[in-house]
């Protein structure tokens, strides 16, 4: 019998299809929406700025003319390429938001500007600001929870933000489910809400997550 996986996620049923083969089952469920603010978007005279996801990239595009000599730095690959597709050089990425303020604070303190969600957690304000960076937050989108109810019958659940895992955890139980989540970020907040094991991937990216789910099972 197939691996009846849900993913808290829209994604093509295709591709991951492709990528895990036969033996799974996928079914995707969307438990966070997403509005972006149409509010003027005013960067000051700021020449540094950090994306730790690509909907803030998507949020900013074409509502701001950076300065030239702009630097830029991510959490993720998806937000490094998203940039780059509109003609800006990355200077850091890192595979989460801890990682890249220990990058960050190799640098001299300077002003930096952190484009974000409502839901933003505060690990890169609180370090940086603390380090004596000039830190500025500005909330670019709403994540909006939508708590959705799942019975189906589910063997494994898999997780892609602390967002994610809070909507989806107020109606629905993960009792006797394996848990995946990726990255660290989302595994550490899943760790809140239940006893499970919780099985992660070392990167924040679909496709390394995808690999660990397929090596869990091929494990087994």
């Known amino acids: 019998m197939a691996i009846r996986i849900l993913f808290t996620k829209e994604l093509s049923k295709e591709y991951i299809q492709q990528q895990l083969g036969d033996y799974f089952d996928p079914s995707f469920l969307p ?5 972006y603010t149409e509010d003027h978007i005013d960067i000051e005279d700021y020449h540094h700025f950090i994306f730790t996801s690509i909907q803030g ?29 509109m003609g800006f050089s990355v200077e850091i990425v890192a ?25 933003a957690l505060s ?10 960076f000039d830190f500025a937050e500005k909330i ?8 959705p109810e799942w019975n189906p019958p589910t063997d494994a659940i898999v997780f892609f933000s602390p967002s994610g895992v809070e909507s989806f955890m107020k109606n629905n139980s993960v009792k006797n489910k ?18 499970n094991e919780i099985i992660k ?14 090596d869990t099972y091929r494990n087994d």
């Open 178 to 195: 394996r848990l995946f989540a990726i990255g660290e970020t989302t595994a550490n907040y899943l760790k809140s809400f239940t006893d």
């Open 140 to 147: 670019v989108y709403e994540t909006i929870p939508l708590y």
């Open 57 to 85: 990239v998507k949020a900013i595009k074409e509502k701001i003319i950076f300065p030239e000599n702009s630097k830029f730095y991510t959490v993720g690959e998806k937000s490094r390429q998203a940039l780059e597709k």
């Open 31 to 35: 438990v966070i929406g997403i509005r």
């Open 95 to 119: 595979k989460n938001a801890l990682e890249l303020s220990d990058k960050i604070q190799e640098l001299n303190p300077i002003k930096i500007m952190h484009f974000c969600s409502s839901k």
């Open 201 to 214: 991937s070392e990167q924040e990216t679909l496709e390394d997550l995808l690999q660990v789910i397929k």
């Open 123 to 132: 690990t890169l304000k609180n370090q940086l600001s603390e380090a004596g």
